[in-house]
């Protein structure tokens, strides 16, 4: 069996924990599985793929491109991997993945007829989103959170673990009701829940092909995606005659794009920041909101020294004004760490 399923959803629904969950989980119980992390900047190297080889995974990522548009470099991937005994390999999606099932799926089977086993197009979703859609509060997004799921085969209801029971059945059946052509299932990628029930609907499961009517292009799409920016920046960071706190040092960094992300009245649904000491100690943050919690993601075990840095963020913001403040928490806050820092990477891209 060589399959490949994509996984599309919004911003902070959990597709890298929960690919990397899924990947070791299905290595270890059934055969050997592989990610790719996919992302539009050129030739950035991305916090989710960095992330996923520290953490043990067999990971890749294909940048530049979307996968929706790059169908021969995918297939040269794909069979790189299947050539090496894996069974099942998964690729998240950038742009949100509206339109993916059209690019990706059917390009695939147009191009390579018969030769790849699509699994269930797969859309993750967090209940932050859930409780936004049912309330219709979704805002200027809310077309980019209810298309994805409009194209899915399977939807995955992740963080259940934030949820009661009865919540979450409750999430769960309004999610059917919603989307009726598809299958609806409840996991922690986190907690690792839910893992075997995700990897028997992928090895078992197969894409419908569906072709839903989602306005691809047309003025709500222009109009959702036209807000959003994206930035890289990849760095290295070093202290002359000390050590420092590294999970501090990202943490502030972290809460200081918050805030000014909020002072300028614009939305970040996510912002990526990875470092690691040439040793192999890492640290790893996540901010999903500009209204919610920072997370460590994962902790530097000792002080460190020395620095390489990826930082990768999106927001419904200006790109020019996102890459002023990211730069600037940067600039202040490796000063404040009596840091100096030489950047080799810094891109700004705005997705409408």
């Not at 299947?82 to 059917?106: K, M, Q, R, T």
């Amino acid at each position: 069996m060589k399959k490949f399923a994509v996984f599309s959803g919004f911003l902070g629904s959990g597709k890298t924990t929960t690919m990397m969950a899924l990947t070791r989980y299905y290595s270890a119980h059934y055969a050997k599985a592989a990610m790719i992390s996919n992302d539009l900047g050129h030739g950035v190297s991305l916090a989710d793929n960095r992330f996923a080889q520290l953490s043990g995974c067999k990971a890749s990522e294909i940048t530049d491109d979307c996968i929706c548009y790059v169908n021969e470099q995918l297939a040269e991937r794909l069979n790189a991997y299947y050539d090496e005994g894996c069974e099942l390999v998964v690729s998240d999606i950038p742009g949100f993945g509206v339109g993916a099932l059209e690019h990706v799926y059917h390009g695939l089977t147009e191009k390579f007829p018969g030769q790849f086993e699509l699994a269930p197009f797969t859309v993750l979703v967090e209940p932050r989103t859930v409780e936004l859609l049912r309330s219709g509060q979704g805002g200027d997004q809310e077309y980019l959170y209810d298309t994805q799921l409009v194209e899915a085969d399977l939807i995955v209801l992740n963080k259940c673990d934030l949820l009661s029971e009865q919540q979450r059945d409750a999430d769960l059946a309004w999610l059917l009701e919603r989307y009726p052509l598809a299958q609806v299932i409840a996991i922690s990628a986190l907690k690792g829940e839910g893992l075997d029930l995700l990897s028997q609907a992928l090895r078992s499961g197969q894409a419908s092909m569906r072709r839903p009517e989602i306005g691809y292009g047309g003025e709500a799409f222009c109009h959702a995606m036209g807000k959003i920016s994206e930035f890289y920046l990849q760095y290295h960071a070093v202290v002359c005659c000390n050590t420092f706190d590294g999970n501090a040092y990202l943490m502030d960094m972290a809460r200081q794009v918050q805030e000014e992300i909020h002072a300028a009245a614009c939305l970040i649904p996510h912002l990526k920041l990875l470092a690691w000491e040439p040793e192999g100690d890492f640290g790893k943050v996540d901010l999903i909101g500009t209204d919610r919690p920072i997370e460590e993601t994962h902790r530097f075990e000792r002080p460190c020294t020395e620095l390489a840095v990826i930082l990768n963020a999106s927001a419904a913001c200006p790109v020019d004004k996102l890459e002023e403040i990211v730069v600037a928490a940067v600039e202040d806050v490796s000063r404040r760490y009596q840091l100096e820092w030489m950047v080799f990477k810094q891109e700004g891209l705005a997705m409408g």
